[in-house]
C-alpha cells in the first residue's frame, strides 16, 4: 500500500496550492480519505476529510479557504488551498481509513508547505 503526496512548496501569503495523494494497493473508493498536517513543535492536526461517499468535513481554520475532493477513476485525493497564510505552514499528510474498520488505516510520507513572504 502506498498514498504519495505531491504538490507542497513555497508560496506567499494570500496565494494557492493544490497537493494531490494518489493511492495504490487499495480499493479507493470504500476508502476515507484525509488531510493532516504538523507543524514544527505541534501536534498533528485534522484539516479535512471525504468519506467513501464524498461527504467532506473541515477544520474550522481552513473552511472557505481549503477544499478537499476524490477522483475514484484516478485513486486521488486532492486538497485546493486558497487565501493561504503563514499559519498554514505544516507537513501535509494523506491519510486513508478503511470504511468497514476505521482501525486500518494509511498515510503518505508527507509533503512540505510553507507559507512566507
Known amino acids: 500500500v502506498q498514498l504519495v503526496e505531491s504538490g507542497g512548496g513555497l508560496v506567499q501569503p494570500g496565494g494557492s496550492l493544490r497537493l494531490s495523494c494518489a493511492a495504490s494497493?487499495?480499493?479507493?473508493?470504500?476508502?476515507?480519505m484525509g488531510w493532516y498536517r504538523q507543524a514544527p513543535g505541534k501536534q498533528r492536526e485534522l484539516v479535512a476529510t471525504?468519506?467513501?461517499?464524498?461527504?467532506?468535513t473541515y477544520a474550522d481554520s481552513v473552511k472557505g479557504r481549503f477544499t478537499i475532493s476524490r477522483d475514484n477513476a484516478k485513486n486521488t485525493v486532492y486538497l485546493e488551498m486558497n487565501s493561504l497564510k503563514p499559519e498554514d505552514t505544516a507537513v501535509y499528510y494523506c491519510n486513508g481509513k478503511f470504511s468497514l474498520n476505521n482501525r486500518l488505516q494509511y498515510w503518505g510520507q508527507g509533503t512540505q508547505v510553507t507559507v512566507s513572504s
Open positions: 471525504i468519506t467513501s461517499g464524498s461527504t467532506t
Open positions: 494497493g487499495i480499493t479507493f473508493s470504500i476508502f476515507h
